[in-house]
T-cell receptor, first 114, second 110 residues
Framework: DAGVTQSPTHLIKTRGQHVTLRCSPI?????VSWYQQVLGQGPQFIFQ???????GRGNFPDRFSARQFPNYSSELNVNALLLGDSALYLC?????????????FGSGTQLSVL | GESVGLHLPTLSVQEGDNSIINCAYS??????FIWYKQESGKGPQFIID?????DKRQGQRVTVLLNKTVKHLSLQIAATQPGDSAVYFC?????????FGAGTQVVVTP
């Protein structure tokens, strides 16, 4: 069975551009979460989606947005990129996204902003 | 130029020895905790979890201990192997969102 898949694996952008990252959850999982991991730190929560509805949002600016599609895949969009947005962006899926449920992570998209 | 970043705490352990990784969590209301292993270039991999109604849970070669009094979590790895070399994160579930600790780099030496 495929795990959480993310694309692309690596991406280079310049300041001011926008980026779209994609995630496909584990088959049968209906909830997707996005995390940002800056080098040398633990992942930081950005968004959680369940059944196409946003369930939670972390402390990130409005330049960050996301959505979930009927097939439960998800996109993370970041506008007006800043150098500080350079990070590994991780997608995680879970069955229902309820509290105290295991999250399974993909390998991430490494975003470099120049 | 040289990049500056956070330096993770490092645990150096000899192959075959036991490893103990410690973690302090922040929210006394947290009732679910997970340990993840992250290898270079990969996403965090689930190792073991524990709920707050337990103080110990064992898996294959791993044991998690939870001390709610002092808000402390530990991960014990028995007979550490070269494949255990990675960064280990503890995470607490806070209002449905995982909050990760800073991580510990485990280096297994022959």
């Amino acid at each position: 069975d495929a795990g959480v898949t993310q694309s692309p694996t690596h991406l280079i952008k310049t300041r001011g551009q926008h980026v779209t990252l994609r995630c496909s959850p584990i088959s049968g999982h209906k909830s997707v979460s996005w995390y940002q991991q800056v080098l040398g730190q633990g992942p930081q929560f950005i968004f959680q989606y369940y059944e196409k509805e946003e369930r939670g949002r972390g402390n990130f600016p409005d330049r960050f947005s996301a959505r979930q599609f009927p097939n439960y895949s998800s996109e993370l969009n970041v506008n007006a990129l800043l150098l500080g947005d350079s990070a590994l962006y991780l997608c995680a899926s879970s069955l229902t996204g309820t509290v105290n449920e295991k999250l399974f992570f993909g390998s991430g998209t490494q975003l470099s902003v120049l | 130029g040289e990049s500056v970043g956070l330096h993770l705490p490092t645990l150096s352990v000899q192959e075959g020895d036991n490893s103990i990784i410690n973690c302090a969590y922040s929210n006394s209301a947290s009732d679910y905790f997970i340990w993840y292993k992250q290898e270079s270039g990969k996403g965090p991999q689930f190792i073991i979890d524990i709920r707050s109604n337990m103080d110990k849970r064992q898996g294959q070669r791993v044991t998690v201990l939870l001390n709610k009094t002092v808000k402390h979590l530990s991960l014990q790895i028995a007979a550490t192997q070269p494949g255990d070399s990675a960064v280990y994160f503890c995470a607490e579930m806070v209002w449905g969102k995982l909050q990760f600790g800073a991580g510990t780099q485990v280096v297994v030496t022959p």
